[in-house]
């Protein structure tokens, strides 16, 4: 079993930056593949960025060139670099780690709000 836990969300004004970080905990070496995902109100569940354990990068369309994945394999830890923020880009972000096995684990989620 995987624990991912979130930290780094907040408020921010539009054009600004935030990092979010999602660290993982339990059965590392069975990691397949991590990304983050948001959840604005009203609206589904969707991804935002995700990096394979091969290193392949997967970015939606809607943040490309403003958002960064990146990840610190001694520390066990995925980024979130979000930089030109929108109030568009304001939702709940969430971790989620998908493991070899075929099991996803979703981190509680980190709030962030972009004001105009």
């Known amino acids: 079993q995987v624990q991912p836990v979130e930290s780094g969300g907040g408020l921010v004004q539009a054009g600004g930056s935030l990092k979010l970080s999602c660290a993982a905990s339990?059965?590392?070496?069975?990691?397949?593949?991590r990304g983050w995902y948001r959840q604005a109100p009203g609206k589904q569940r969707e991804l935002v960025a995700s990096?394979?354990?091969?290193?392949?990068?997967v970015y939606a369309d809607s943040v490309k060139g403003r958002f960064t994945i990146s990840r610190d394999n001694a520390k066990n830890t995925v980024y979130l670099q979000m930089n030109s923020l929108e109030p568009e880009d304001t939702a709940v972000y969430y971790c989620?780690?998908?493991?070899?096995?075929?099991?996803?684990?979703w981190g509680q989620g980190t709030q962030v709000t972009v004001s105009s």
């Open positions: 989620k780690i998908d493991t070899y096995s075929g099991s996803g684990y």
């Open positions: 339990g059965n590392i070496f069975g990691i397949k593949n």
């Open positions: 990096i394979s354990r091969g290193g392949s990068i």
